[in-house]
């Protein structure tokens, strides 16, 4: 198993649509994200997650509802989203959260909106 | 509001020369210092991080810090055409937060 996992790869939904995006982590670690990365733009944070508690929310649209159950998975639920919302949206993990923590990235979900 | 400031390139260098990328930081308050590659279509792969003022050297890599200047450097020796991809820089505060990146350069190594 590779170190974060993340499923789908591909997502095509309406705008609509009710979805979840997966992530897995096999690497021990307490802290997990979620980030965006559209064309022409740098990564943007979305959520911060240290031992299943959110400790971050980066202003992000009510559209995206982000859930920890525990320290090794992590979701992205998606709900009426919007053209502008289609994007590479990648998890990471690190061991602990905190400024000094090296993140992992997963392979990402490439999402389209139509 | 954190920025992290890259040229986006693309910036082409010869096989087996020096790749020299750089990027600059808005918030003093920032402490570390990440730098990613990332291959079209793949996800950010982890290459160095320095915390420290100076130079942090790891194989063909030195990353170099200035935080008077709020500058990041890092160095490519020997660069190979597998090294042709784009290099984010990151940077992280105090506190439980994530990662601000810049755009990323994108390099390109000429056989």
């Known amino acids: 198993e590779t170190g974060v996992t993340q499923t789908p790869r591909h997502l095509v939904m309406g705008m609509t649509n009710k979805k979840s995006l997966k992530c897995e982590q096999h690497l021990g670690h307490n802290a997990m994200y979620w980030y965006k990365q559209s064309a022409k733009k740098p990564l943007e944070l979305m959520f911060v997650y240290s031992l299943e508690e959110r400790v971050e929310n980066n202003s992000v649209p009510s559209r995206f509802s982000p859930e920890c159950p525990n320290s090794s998975h992590l979701f992205l639920h998606l709900h009426t989203l919007q053209p502008e919302d289609s994007a590479l949206y990648l998890c990471?993990?690190?061991?602990?959260?905190?400024?000094?923590?090296?993140?992992?990235f997963g392979d990402g979900t490439r999402l389209s909106i139509l | 509001q954190k920025e992290v400031e890259q040229n986006s390139g693309p910036l082409s260098v010869p096989e087996g020369a020096i790749a020299s990328l750089n990027c600059t930081y808005s918030d003093r308050g920032s402490q570390s210092f990440f730098w990613y590659r990332q291959y079209s279509g793949k996800s950010p792969e982890l290459i160095m991080f320095i915390y420290s003022n100076g130079d942090k050297e790891d194989g063909r890599f030195t990353a170099q810090l200035n935080k008077a200047s709020q500058y990041v450097s890092l160095l490519i020796r020997d660069s190979q055409p597998s090294d042709s991809a784009t290099y984010l820089c990151?940077?992280?505060?105090?506190?439980?937060?994530?990662?601000?990146f810049g755009k990323g350069t994108h390099l390109i190594i000429q056989p």
């Open positions: 990471a993990s690190s061991p602990q959260a905190g400024w000094d923590q090296p993140q992992h």
């Open positions: 990151a940077a992280s505060g105090g506190g439980a937060d994530g990662l601000t």
